[in-house]
């Protein structure tokens, strides 16, 4: 009891200062008793999220082993002990991180509803979702590198990611078969392969583009040449699917 009161305080005492106010005047009930105003007090679950937030960023930037406890906590607005108290260890704090991006990763793609019929244009549709999710997530995709880095050491560790099915291979086993059935589709090639070259040709680009774009001697973030990768993936993906 005593130690949850203490982190209580300390909650409350993370606030930054703010410059005195004005009293406000009293308030009074239906009864005409005076009211006491409501004190804000930022929830754990609060304070929570500005950590997770801060130590994606954190990482993100400069991967496990080069992020560091004190700037998570000042990027956070809170200090060092809070993020023991909550997430125990560096370590676990990084393997929390990693599930919070499985997880939004996982609900992104159940988020995925085709709206055609066609299996052709659901494809599409499937691609560029998938597409537009790297190029929207940078620290996901920065994370990964990370992680790969780390050979899955983390991955490995985390009863929550293992036990995550991507929902998209489910999503393109459906097309396919849908597809197959309308002879659009191949029926030599599993959604796994599918999958596996949407993602290849989304994240190499993504996780890259500063590498290549120096090389070639342009910007691969620009919106037209992005839309044009994206028109590639397609006609690759596509062209792999027609039957032979």
């Known amino acids: 009891m005593k130690e949850s009161t203490a982190v209580e305080q300390q909650i409350e005492q993370d606030a930054p200062a703010r410059p005195a106010r004005k009293k406000a005047p009293a308030r009074t009930a239906a009864n005409g008793a005076p009211t006491r105003p409501a004190k804000g007090r930022r929830s754990p679950e609060e304070l929570q999220a500005r950590i997770l937030a801060a130590a994606i960023a954190e990482f993100a930037e400069h991967s496990y082993s080069g992020a560091r406890i004190d700037k998570i906590s000042k990027r956070a607005k809170t200090v060092d002990r809070m993020l023991y108290y909550y997430f125990g260890s560096k370590e676990r704090l990084y393997q929390a991180v990693l599930e919070h991006l499985y997880a939004e990763m996982v609900e992104e793609q159940r988020s995925f509803?085709?709206?055609?019929?066609?299996?052709?244009?659901?494809?599409?549709?499937?691609?560029?979702?998938?597409?537009?999710h790297y190029n929207k997530n940078p620290d996901l995709v920065r994370l990964l590198m990370t992680e790969n880095l780390l050979r899955a050491k983390y991955v490995k560790k985390s009863a929550k990611i293992k036990r995550v099915s991507m929902p998209l291979i489910e999503t393109i086993s459906h097309l396919l078969a849908t597809g197959q059935r309308a002879q659009v589709f191949r029926k030599d090639i599993d959604a796994e392969t599918v999958l596996m070259t949407v993602m290849a040709l989304g994240f190499f680009y993504v996780s890259n583009h500063h590498t290549c774009s120096r090389w070639l001697g342009v910007d691969l973030m620009e919106s037209e040449r992005r839309d044009a990768w994206l028109a590639h993936i397609t006609e690759v993906v596509l062209d792999n699917l027609r039957p032979r």
């Open 113 to 132: 509803v085709q709206t055609e019929s066609d299996p052709v244009e659901g494809m599409k549709q499937l691609i560029a979702h998938s597409w537009h």
